[in-house]
């Protein structure tokens, strides 16, 4: 596709269980992130992945947060045991090769709501 | 901790006036900041890009300066209309502490242009 993607565009689940959440990066972008923007938060970065590297996770918020990306393209984050906290817009973004003076593309998010 | 400051927080404006988004941030070490556009219920569209060692960027009716020294971006719009009406968002991007890197975002200016 042109743009980021991002699936699904909204999901509502009770507390405690577990969601996945989906992101197809535009073809050829080795960097791939996730951010987080919660209502009076602002956004925050979560997690970063570039090629076939250890990706950075110094922004995940609790152990109960993973992410994985297969085949270097798509990516899914997941988190298990879901709290009224993690209710929020989660946002990926990639770029291309060549490090960070290159911009970031934004998907359309993905709004969690935990019940 | 790299903070990014954002004011005011919101502006409404009549058709036609030239304004001014005001960014500042704590840290001057970055890579390049990004002026963004968020539309209710949307994800980010970039609007420029300024690396750290350039001063101005233009696009458009858009100008976005950069002190990287003082640590304060601009954003200025020529001629508003009410399709610009939109929380604007400026983000920089700097090295984490796993060292990839991200965007630190401020938490924005909702703009009203108002016909």
């Known amino acids: 596709g042109a743009g980021v993607s991002q699936s699904p565009s909204n999901k509502v689940t009770e507390k405690g269980k577990d969601v996945e959440l989906r992101c197809d990066p535009i073809?050829?972008?080795?960097?791939l992130y996730w951010y987080r923007q919660s209502l009076g938060q602002g956004l925050e970065f979560l997690i970063y992945f570039q090629g076939n590297s250890a990706p950075d996770k110094s922004g995940l918020p609790s152990d109960r947060f993973s992410a994985e990306r297969t085949g270097g393209s798509v990516s899914t984050l997941t988190i298990q045991r879901t709290q009224q906290e993690d209710s929020a817009v989660y946002l990926c973004?990639?770029?291309?090769?060549?490090?960070?003076?290159?911009?970031?593309?934004f998907g359309p998010g993905t709004r969690l709501t935990v019940l | 901790k790299q903070e990014v400051t954002q004011i005011p927080a919101a502006l409404s404006v009549p058709e036609g006036e030239n304004l001014v988004l005001n960014c500042s941030f704590t840290?001057?070490?970055?890579?390049?900041l990004q002026w963004f556009r968020q539309d209710p219920g949307k994800g980010l569209t970039s609007l420029l890009l300024i690396q750290s060692s350039q001063r101005e960027q233009t696009s458009g009716r858009l100008n976005a300066s950069l002190d990287k020294s003082s640590g304060r971006s601009t954003l200025y719009i020529a001629a508003s209309q009410p399709g610009d009406s939109a929380t604007y968002l400026c983000a920089v991007t700097l090295i984490t502490q796993g060292g990839s890197e991200k965007l630190v975002f401020g938490k924005g200016t909702k703009l009203t242009v108002n016909p």
């Open positions: 840290d001057s070490a970055i890579y390049n």
């Open positions: 073809s050829g972008h080795t960097a």
């Open positions: 973004a990639s770029r291309v090769a060549g490090g960070p003076y290159n911009e970031q593309f």
